[in-house]
Protein backbone atom coordinates (compact mmCIF):
# COMPACT_ATOMS: atom_id res chain seq x y z
CA UNK A 1 0.00 0.00 0.00
CA UNK A 2 2.96 2.68 1.03
CA UNK A 3 4.80 1.78 -2.27
CA UNK A 4 1.21 2.65 -4.08
CA UNK A 5 0.50 5.64 -2.42
CA UNK A 6 4.52 6.63 -2.78
CA UNK A 7 3.84 6.69 -6.82
CA UNK A 8 0.22 8.45 -6.39
CA UNK A 9 2.01 11.13 -4.74
CA UNK A 10 5.03 11.52 -7.05
CA UNK A 11 2.50 11.55 -9.97
CA UNK A 12 0.64 14.74 -7.90
CA UNK A 13 3.90 15.96 -8.05
CA UNK A 14 4.46 15.53 -11.56
CA UNK A 15 1.41 17.16 -12.50
CA UNK A 16 1.56 19.89 -9.76
CA UNK A 17 4.59 20.91 -11.62
CA UNK A 18 3.72 20.87 -14.83
CA UNK A 19 0.25 22.86 -13.72
CA UNK A 20 2.88 25.33 -12.01
CA UNK A 21 5.09 25.68 -15.43
CA UNK A 22 2.28 26.43 -17.40
CA UNK A 23 0.85 28.32 -15.27
CA UNK A 24 4.29 30.57 -15.30
CA UNK A 25 4.49 30.77 -18.73
CA UNK A 26 2.84 34.05 -20.71
CA UNK A 27 -0.51 33.74 -21.38
CA UNK A 28 -1.47 33.72 -24.96
CA UNK A 29 -3.38 37.01 -24.91
CA UNK A 30 0.03 38.79 -22.85
CA UNK A 31 2.28 37.47 -26.11
CA UNK A 32 -0.39 38.77 -28.60
CA UNK A 33 -0.57 42.14 -26.69
CA UNK A 34 3.22 42.24 -26.23
CA UNK A 35 4.25 41.62 -29.89
CA UNK A 36 0.68 43.63 -30.90
CA UNK A 37 -0.19 41.64 -33.45
CA UNK A 38 -2.26 38.54 -33.75
CA UNK A 39 -1.03 35.29 -35.85
CA UNK A 40 -3.70 33.18 -37.31
CA UNK A 41 -3.70 30.30 -39.23
CA UNK A 42 -5.69 30.81 -42.65
CA UNK A 43 -5.99 28.81 -45.58
CA UNK A 44 -3.54 28.85 -48.16
CA UNK A 45 -6.02 30.05 -50.66
CA UNK A 46 -9.70 29.64 -50.42
CA UNK A 47 -12.20 31.53 -52.47
CA UNK A 48 -14.95 33.23 -49.65
CA UNK A 49 -12.95 31.75 -46.86
CA UNK A 50 -9.51 33.00 -46.80
CA UNK A 51 -7.15 34.53 -49.35
CA UNK A 52 -4.80 37.15 -50.12
CA UNK A 53 -5.50 39.38 -53.29
CA UNK A 54 -2.79 40.35 -55.65
CA UNK A 55 -1.42 43.12 -53.06
CA UNK A 56 -1.54 40.46 -50.34
CA UNK A 57 -4.49 41.75 -48.27
CA UNK A 58 -6.62 38.69 -46.90
CA UNK A 59 -10.26 38.44 -47.10
CA UNK A 60 -13.14 35.52 -46.26
CA UNK A 61 -15.27 34.46 -43.63
CA UNK A 62 -12.30 32.61 -41.39
CA UNK A 63 -9.96 36.06 -41.63
CA UNK A 64 -13.12 37.99 -40.82
CA UNK A 65 -12.83 35.65 -37.13
CA UNK A 66 -9.69 36.89 -36.53
CA UNK A 67 -9.78 40.58 -37.56
CA UNK A 68 -12.61 40.33 -34.97
CA UNK A 69 -9.97 39.05 -32.28
CA UNK A 70 -7.84 41.56 -33.34
CA UNK A 71 -10.66 44.69 -33.25
CA UNK A 72 -11.78 43.12 -29.89
CA UNK A 73 -8.40 42.98 -28.48
CA UNK A 74 -6.33 46.40 -30.38
CA UNK A 75 -9.67 48.38 -31.53
CA UNK A 76 -8.18 47.53 -34.95
CA UNK A 77 -8.72 44.76 -37.37
CA UNK A 78 -5.33 44.91 -39.26
CA UNK A 79 -3.13 43.79 -36.38
CA UNK A 80 -3.41 40.35 -37.75
CA UNK A 81 -0.60 38.48 -39.44
CA UNK A 82 -2.11 35.35 -41.79
CA UNK A 83 0.60 32.41 -41.84
CA UNK A 84 -0.78 29.78 -44.60
CA UNK A 85 -1.04 26.50 -43.57
CA UNK A 86 -1.47 23.44 -45.42
CA UNK A 87 -3.99 21.05 -44.22
CA UNK A 88 -0.97 18.36 -43.16
CA UNK A 89 0.96 21.31 -41.41
CA UNK A 90 -1.77 23.21 -40.03
CA UNK A 91 -3.08 21.14 -36.20
CA UNK A 92 1.07 21.06 -35.48
CA UNK A 93 1.46 25.25 -36.17
CA UNK A 94 -0.73 25.88 -33.41
CA UNK A 95 -0.09 23.18 -31.01
CA UNK A 96 3.97 24.29 -31.75
CA UNK A 97 2.88 27.84 -31.09
CA UNK A 98 3.85 28.93 -34.69
CA UNK A 99 0.25 30.50 -34.68
CA UNK A 100 -2.31 32.26 -31.77
CA UNK A 101 -5.47 30.60 -33.46
CA UNK A 102 -6.41 28.48 -36.20
CA UNK A 103 -9.21 29.42 -38.62
CA UNK A 104 -8.74 27.20 -41.52
CA UNK A 105 -12.06 25.29 -42.47
CA UNK A 106 -11.01 22.74 -40.17
CA UNK A 107 -13.57 20.12 -39.39
CA UNK A 108 -14.47 19.63 -34.94
CA UNK A 109 -13.97 15.86 -35.07
CA UNK A 110 -13.99 14.05 -31.64
CA UNK A 111 -10.11 12.37 -32.36
CA UNK A 112 -9.29 16.25 -33.38
CA UNK A 113 -10.86 17.51 -29.90
CA UNK A 114 -9.15 14.50 -27.80
CA UNK A 115 -6.04 13.93 -29.32
CA UNK A 116 -4.47 17.09 -30.52
CA UNK A 117 -4.30 19.41 -27.24
CA UNK A 118 -6.36 21.80 -29.09
CA UNK A 119 -9.90 22.90 -28.43
CA UNK A 120 -12.49 24.02 -31.07
CA UNK A 121 -14.00 27.41 -30.20
CA UNK A 122 -17.57 26.79 -31.62
CA UNK A 123 -18.63 26.68 -35.77
CA UNK A 124 -18.32 29.75 -38.10
CA UNK A 125 -19.68 27.42 -40.76
CA UNK A 126 -21.97 24.58 -40.68
CA UNK A 127 -21.02 21.94 -43.89
CA UNK A 128 -20.85 18.73 -45.32
CA UNK A 129 -19.09 17.09 -47.92
CA UNK A 130 -20.23 16.75 -51.42
CA UNK A 131 -18.98 15.98 -55.25
CA UNK A 132 -18.87 18.03 -58.28
CA UNK A 133 -18.89 16.58 -61.80
CA UNK A 134 -18.49 17.25 -65.40
CA UNK A 135 -22.28 17.89 -66.91
CA UNK A 136 -21.26 16.05 -69.80
CA UNK A 137 -20.41 12.77 -67.38
CA UNK A 138 -24.61 12.77 -67.32
CA UNK A 139 -24.43 11.99 -63.39
CA UNK A 140 -27.18 13.69 -61.06
CA UNK A 141 -26.59 11.33 -57.86
CA UNK A 142 -23.70 10.52 -56.04
CA UNK A 143 -24.96 7.55 -55.95
CA UNK A 144 -24.60 7.08 -59.82
CA UNK A 145 -20.88 7.26 -59.46
CA UNK A 146 -19.74 3.57 -59.35
CA UNK A 147 -16.40 3.19 -60.50
CA UNK A 148 -15.15 6.39 -60.77
CA UNK A 149 -11.97 7.82 -60.20
CA UNK A 150 -12.20 10.49 -57.05
CA UNK A 151 -10.37 12.97 -56.55
CA UNK A 152 -9.32 14.37 -52.98
CA UNK A 153 -6.93 15.65 -50.74
CA UNK A 154 -5.14 13.74 -48.52
CA UNK A 155 -4.75 14.61 -44.60
CA UNK A 156 -8.39 15.77 -44.09
CA UNK A 157 -11.25 14.21 -43.28
CA UNK A 158 -12.66 13.77 -46.73
CA UNK A 159 -11.04 10.37 -47.11
CA UNK A 160 -12.59 8.40 -44.50
CA UNK A 161 -15.80 10.27 -45.42
CA UNK A 162 -15.62 8.69 -49.23
CA UNK A 163 -14.60 5.74 -47.90
CA UNK A 164 -17.81 5.67 -45.37
CA UNK A 165 -20.12 6.66 -48.40
CA UNK A 166 -18.99 4.26 -51.03
CA UNK A 167 -18.66 1.25 -48.43
CA UNK A 168 -22.23 1.85 -46.92
CA UNK A 169 -23.87 1.98 -50.09
CA UNK A 170 -21.72 -1.15 -52.10
CA UNK A 171 -20.34 0.96 -54.80
CA UNK A 172 -17.00 0.96 -56.34
CA UNK A 173 -14.36 3.58 -56.44
CA UNK A 174 -11.30 4.49 -57.34
CA UNK A 175 -9.14 7.24 -54.99
CA UNK A 176 -6.93 9.31 -56.38
CA UNK A 177 -5.35 11.53 -53.66
CA UNK A 178 -2.89 14.65 -53.50
CA UNK A 179 -0.81 16.70 -51.25
CA UNK A 180 -2.51 19.75 -51.10
CA UNK A 181 -5.68 21.55 -52.62
CA UNK A 182 -4.41 23.54 -55.63
CA UNK A 183 -2.58 20.11 -56.49
CA UNK A 184 -6.58 18.36 -56.42
CA UNK A 185 -8.27 20.92 -58.39
CA UNK A 186 -5.62 20.93 -60.69
CA UNK A 187 -6.18 17.14 -61.33
CA UNK A 188 -9.35 17.58 -61.85
CA UNK A 189 -9.38 20.38 -64.10
CA UNK A 190 -7.32 18.25 -66.16
CA UNK A 191 -8.99 14.94 -66.22
CA UNK A 192 -7.77 12.70 -63.83
CA UNK A 193 -10.53 11.70 -62.37
CA UNK A 194 -14.11 11.57 -62.76
CA UNK A 195 -15.11 13.43 -59.58
CA UNK A 196 -14.02 16.06 -56.89
CA UNK A 197 -14.76 16.06 -53.50
CA UNK A 198 -14.48 17.96 -50.42
CA UNK A 199 -16.66 20.00 -48.34
CA UNK A 200 -19.62 21.36 -50.08
CA UNK A 201 -18.13 25.07 -49.26
CA UNK A 202 -14.45 23.87 -50.92
CA UNK A 203 -16.44 22.71 -53.87
CA UNK A 204 -17.80 26.08 -54.72
CA UNK A 205 -14.97 28.15 -53.77
CA UNK A 206 -12.83 25.95 -56.24
CA UNK A 207 -15.44 25.44 -59.15
CA UNK A 208 -14.25 29.46 -60.03
CA UNK A 209 -10.73 28.31 -60.34
CA UNK A 210 -11.81 25.64 -63.19
CA UNK A 211 -10.71 26.52 -67.10
CA UNK A 212 -14.79 26.22 -67.88
CA UNK A 213 -16.80 26.32 -64.59
CA UNK A 214 -20.32 26.40 -66.10
CA UNK A 215 -19.46 23.06 -67.45
CA UNK A 216 -19.25 21.66 -63.76
CA UNK A 217 -22.17 20.75 -61.34
CA UNK A 218 -21.89 20.30 -57.59
CA UNK A 219 -24.20 16.84 -56.60
CA UNK A 220 -26.99 16.70 -54.04
CA UNK A 221 -25.75 14.54 -51.83
CA UNK A 222 -24.34 15.82 -48.25
CA UNK A 223 -22.48 12.81 -47.06
CA UNK A 224 -21.35 14.04 -44.14
CA UNK A 225 -21.47 16.49 -41.21
CA UNK A 226 -18.65 18.83 -41.16
CA UNK A 227 -18.66 21.56 -38.36
CA UNK A 228 -15.84 24.05 -39.27
CA UNK A 229 -14.14 26.29 -36.62
CA UNK A 230 -11.81 27.99 -34.87
CA UNK A 231 -9.28 26.19 -32.64
CA UNK A 232 -6.54 27.51 -29.84
CA UNK A 233 -4.34 25.50 -27.87
CA UNK A 234 -5.96 23.30 -24.58
CA UNK A 235 -3.39 25.40 -22.19
CA UNK A 236 -5.11 28.64 -22.09
CA UNK A 237 -8.66 28.76 -20.97
CA UNK A 238 -8.87 32.95 -21.02
CA UNK A 239 -7.41 32.50 -24.80
CA UNK A 240 -9.76 30.04 -25.25
CA UNK A 241 -13.02 32.06 -24.39
CA UNK A 242 -11.74 35.33 -26.02
CA UNK A 243 -11.54 33.53 -29.34
CA UNK A 244 -14.97 31.59 -28.75
CA UNK A 245 -16.88 35.23 -27.35
CA UNK A 246 -15.80 36.74 -30.66
CA UNK A 247 -17.61 34.41 -32.76
CA UNK A 248 -20.51 34.18 -29.93
CA UNK A 249 -20.73 38.23 -30.03
CA UNK A 250 -21.48 38.30 -33.67
CA UNK A 251 -23.69 35.86 -33.75
CA UNK A 252 -25.51 37.77 -30.97
CA UNK A 253 -25.03 41.04 -32.72
CA UNK A 254 -27.07 39.96 -35.77
CA UNK A 255 -29.55 37.96 -33.73
CA UNK A 256 -29.79 41.72 -32.08
CA UNK A 257 -30.13 43.23 -34.79
CA UNK A 258 -26.77 45.15 -34.18
CA UNK A 259 -25.07 45.86 -37.18
CA UNK A 260 -21.53 47.96 -38.43
CA UNK A 261 -24.07 50.62 -39.51
CA UNK A 262 -26.19 51.23 -36.40
CA UNK A 263 -23.80 50.10 -33.39
CA UNK A 264 -22.94 53.91 -32.59
CA UNK A 265 -26.82 54.11 -32.48
CA UNK A 266 -27.61 51.07 -30.56
CA UNK A 267 -25.32 52.28 -27.94
CA UNK A 268 -28.68 54.54 -26.70
CA UNK A 269 -30.52 50.96 -26.85
CA UNK A 270 -32.59 50.26 -23.34
CA UNK A 271 -32.41 46.27 -24.22
CA UNK A 272 -30.82 45.02 -22.00
CA UNK A 273 -29.23 42.27 -23.95
CA UNK A 274 -28.09 44.92 -26.62
CA UNK A 275 -26.62 46.72 -23.19
CA UNK A 276 -24.47 43.48 -21.92
CA UNK A 277 -23.53 43.02 -25.76
CA UNK A 278 -22.42 46.18 -26.52
CA UNK A 279 -20.14 47.03 -22.90
CA UNK A 280 -22.70 50.23 -21.35
CA UNK A 281 -24.18 47.69 -18.66
CA UNK A 282 -21.74 45.09 -17.16
CA UNK A 283 -18.11 43.99 -17.33
CA UNK A 284 -18.20 40.78 -19.20
CA UNK A 285 -15.22 41.93 -20.92
CA UNK A 286 -13.08 41.52 -17.81
CA UNK A 287 -13.41 38.27 -18.10
CA UNK A 288 -11.59 37.56 -21.24
CA UNK A 289 -9.12 40.21 -20.30
CA UNK A 290 -10.36 42.87 -22.10
CA UNK A 291 -12.25 46.06 -21.85
CA UNK A 292 -16.07 46.00 -21.72
CA UNK A 293 -16.60 47.63 -25.23
CA UNK A 294 -14.98 44.13 -26.50
CA UNK A 295 -18.00 43.39 -28.41
CA UNK A 296 -18.80 46.96 -29.63
CA UNK A 297 -15.56 47.33 -31.22
CA UNK A 298 -15.89 43.55 -33.54
CA UNK A 299 -19.25 44.88 -34.64
CA UNK A 300 -17.79 48.15 -35.25
CA UNK A 301 -15.03 47.63 -37.28
CA UNK A 302 -15.80 43.38 -39.01
CA UNK A 303 -19.48 43.54 -38.53
CA UNK A 304 -21.91 40.88 -37.45
CA UNK A 305 -22.11 37.42 -38.66
CA UNK A 306 -24.43 37.93 -41.04
CA UNK A 307 -22.76 40.76 -42.58
CA UNK A 308 -19.98 38.92 -42.13
CA UNK A 309 -21.08 35.93 -44.20
CA UNK A 310 -23.16 37.98 -47.01
CA UNK A 311 -19.99 39.82 -48.63
CA UNK A 312 -17.51 36.72 -48.24
CA UNK A 313 -19.77 33.72 -49.14
CA UNK A 314 -23.68 34.75 -49.29
CA UNK A 315 -26.09 36.82 -51.83
CA UNK A 316 -23.03 39.30 -51.95
CA UNK A 317 -20.56 37.13 -53.20
CA UNK A 318 -18.73 35.22 -56.18
CA UNK A 319 -19.51 32.35 -54.24
CA UNK A 320 -23.93 33.08 -53.71
CA UNK A 321 -24.34 30.35 -51.33
CA UNK A 322 -27.79 30.46 -49.18
CA UNK A 323 -27.49 30.63 -46.05
CA UNK A 324 -28.89 27.09 -45.28
CA UNK A 325 -27.56 25.34 -42.14
CA UNK A 326 -25.52 28.41 -41.11
CA UNK A 327 -29.09 30.88 -40.91
CA UNK A 328 -29.63 32.10 -37.44
CA UNK A 329 -31.64 29.37 -35.23
CA UNK A 330 -34.39 31.85 -35.59
CA UNK A 331 -34.69 31.46 -39.11
CA UNK A 332 -34.96 27.63 -39.10
CA UNK A 333 -30.59 27.53 -38.90
CA UNK A 334 -28.11 26.20 -37.06
CA UNK A 335 -25.86 29.42 -35.62
CA UNK A 336 -27.13 29.86 -32.40
CA UNK A 337 -25.08 32.02 -29.38
CA UNK A 338 -25.34 31.64 -25.43
CA UNK A 339 -26.43 34.88 -23.95
CA UNK A 340 -24.04 37.23 -22.62
CA UNK A 341 -24.98 37.73 -18.90
Known amino acids: MKKYMTAAVAGLGLTLAATAATAQSPSTLAQVKQRNQVICGSNTGLAGFGVPDGQGRWSGLDVDLCRAVSAAIFNDPEKVKFIPLSSKDRFTALQSGEVDLLVRNSTWTMSRDTQLGILFAGVNYYDGQGFMVRKKLGVNSALQLSGASICTQQGTTTELNLADFFRSNNLKYEVVAFASSDETIKAYDAGRCDAFTTDASGLY ?97 VGNYGESFERNVGAGSLLKIARGQNALWTKGGLQYAPPIR
Open 205 to 301: AERLKLTAPDEHMILPEIISKEPLGPSTRNNDTVWFNLVKWTHYAMINAEELGVTKANVDEMLKSPNPEIKRLLGTEGKFGEAIGLTNDWAYRIIKH
